[in-house]
């Protein structure tokens, strides 16, 4: 599979977006997917995440209650919904997949073995 990421952008703090990935091949439904992030300097974190079937989600605490991960099994697409942007919020943000087992979610980068380029969410304050 191959993933493309996009939707990032420049946003007021309190403003909103909504990242895409679009992942190529017919397999789409045998991988769980995620999302990282990583601000200049720092190291990649673990967002969220979701099953193969879209049932179990996972989120790092500081985006629980903000961010709300989806997937579309039929045109093979994960979003992240991102509400309430914060300025700590600014980073590259990556899709990730990995074929996995029904209803396992990854949360650690070496979970993932395949990873889209970024796209880069800027929040201003």
């Known amino acids: 599979v191959q993933l493309q990421a996009s939707g990032g952008g420049l946003v007021q703090a309190g403003g909103s977006l909504r990242l895409s990935c679009a992942a190529s091949?017919?397999?789409?439904?045998?991988?769980?997917m995620g999302w990282s992030r990583q601000a200049p300097g720092e190291e990649r974190e673990f967002v969220a995440g979701i099953s193969r079937s879209g049932r179990s989600t996972l989120y790092t605490d500081p985006v629980k209650g903000r961010f709300t991960i989806s997937r579309n099994n039929a045109n093979n697409t994960v979003w992240l919904q991102m509400d309430n942007l914060k300025p700590e919020d600014t980073a590259d943000y990556y899709c990730?997949?990995?074929?996995?087992?029904?209803?396992?979610?990854?949360?650690?980068?070496?979970?993932?073995?395949?990873w889209g380029q970024g796209t880069l969410v800027t929040v201003s304050s």
């Open positions: 990730a997949a990995s074929a996995g087992s029904q209803g396992f979610v990854g949360t650690t980068r070496r979970e993932y073995n395949v």
């Open positions: 091949g017919r397999t789409f439904i045998s991988y769980f």
